[in-house]
Structures are given as structure tokens and as C-alpha cells.
């Protein structure tokens, strides 16, 4: 079981725009504006997408987007394209020099 | 270009030994912090322990204390992970990754070392 809770999957249409939401506690989301989101294609390292909850880092898409509020932080993708299909895995900050990371999303551009 | 090389693959027996390692490039390896991160079979990510290549500084997730070991040769930008005797359980893709210390954020991986163990 993982630290942080994310939906197993998540689907759009090509265009449309989908959350992923990341659930955590007090402890962790809720405590800093350490979280990150990273996407994963299959047989590939993770790729840095979002971090301090809504910085994008150089040549990442500014069609994502990120958010946090209480416990709980969100990805936006929005204008879904094909090449959007992946997993995607939130992080955040738990506290001496820890990281966390949720279950994975796996998003399905149908 | 920032770069992070991992050693190949590696099959093994439970109770044998194994070190793998991450050659960083493109910036000052000595000046930030290397983390491992696991991804076991089907499974999600899991941060394990962190060192600082400068002065060796290291700190682990408290699940994995003393099941594995980090170090690192800042003369040849190298960090190590390492097992005394692998289980079954270890089996896993192993990836090093560059962890900024003032954003907590990890920000390039390398490419993964796959460990099996399997008698």
C-alpha cells in the first residue's frame, strides 16, 4: 500500500482534459508545497511533469498543470493527445529527507 | 546535457551479493544529493535512501534501514547501492536520480537497472 492515494485510471478523449488527484495527510501534501508528478511511458524512466505542487520544469508541456489544496494535490492535462498516454505518479516531501509516492494513475487516451 | 548511466542488468541467486551503480555527467555530481528509487513488478515507486556524493552523507527511508547500502566515489561522479545477501523480494527495477535538496524534487532519472532474483 502506498503513501499517497491515486485512482488506479483515469481516461479522456483526445482534446478533453482530465484531473489525477494525489491524497495524502497532514504530514506530508498537506504540510509542504513539496509535490512533484511524473510521467511514465512503459520500459521508460520517470519524466518530471510538475514540482512545488505548480512549477513546470523546462520543456515540460504547459498543458500540464499542477494544484494543491489541504491534503490532497491534483494534475491537470489538458488538449489530451495520444502521446499523453502513460502512468503518472505523484511525490511529495514526508519529512526527514523523505520522499513519497502514490500508487500511479494510469491514464488511457481513448 | 545531465546525465545519470546505470549498470546493466543483473540476475541473481537469493543470499548472493550485488552492487550497482549510477555515473552521473553534465553537472557537478559532488554538489547534489543521489537518491534510488525502486519500482518492484507491476508495482508503483519507492523512495529507499539518498546520499550526498560530497561528503557521503547519507539518509534511508526507515523501512529499508540496513537492508541496503548507499555510497558514492565523488573522484570518478559515481554513486553505489548495494546488497549483502538479495531475497526474493528484491527483485525490482532500481533507478538513481538526482534529488534537489531547496525544491525536494527529483529531477532526472536514470535509466533503470533491472535486478532479478530468482534460485
Known amino acids: 500500500q502506498s503513501a499517497l492515494t491515486q485512482p488506479a485510471s483515469v481516461s479522456g478523449s483526445p482534446g478533453q482534459s482530465i484531473t489525477i488527484s494525489c491524497t495524502g495527510s497532514g504530514s506530508d501534501v498537506g504540510r509542504y508545497k513539496f509535490v512533484s508528478w511524473f510521467q511514465q511511458h512503459p520500459g521508460n524512466a520517470p519524466k518530471l511533469m510538475i514540482y512545488?505542487?505548480?512549477k513546470r520544469p523546462p520543456g515540460a508541456s504547459n498543458r500540464f498543470s499542477g494544484s494543491k489544496s489541504g491534503n490532497t494535490a491534483s494534475l491537470t492535462i489538458s488538449g489530451l493527445q495520444a502521446e499523453d498516454e502513460a502512468d503518472y505518479f505523484c511525490c511529495s516531501y514526508g519529512g526527514s529527507s523523505t520522499l513519497l509516492f502514490g500508487g500511479g494513475t494510469k491514464l488511457t487516451v481513448l | 546535457e545531465v546525465q545519470l548511466v546505470q549498470s546493466g542488468a543483473e540476475v541473481k541467486k537469493p543470499g548472493e551479493s550485488l552492487k550497482i551503480s549510477c555515473k552521473g555527467s553534465?553537472?557537478?555530481?559532488?554538489?547534489?544529493?543521489i537518491a534510488w528509487v525502486r519500482q518492484m513488478p507491476g508495482r508503483g515507486l519507492e523512495w529507499m535512501a539518498m546520499i550526498y556524493p560530497g561528503d557521503s552523507d547519507t539518509r534511508y527511508s526507515p523501512s529499508l534501514q540496513g537492508q541496503v547500502t548507499m555510497s558514492a566515489d565523488k573522484s570518478i561522479s559515481t554513486a553505489y547501492l548495494q546488497w549483502s545477501g538479495l531475497g526474493a523480494s528484491d527483485t525490482a527495477i532500481y533507478y538513481c536520480a538526482r534529488q534537489e535538496y531547496y525544491t525536494r524534487t527529483v529531477d532526472v532519472w536514470g535509466q533503470g537497472t533491472t535486478v532479478t532474483v530468482s534460485s
Open positions: 512545488e505542487a505548480s
Open positions: 553534465g553537472y557537478s555530481f559532488s554538489n547534489y544529493w
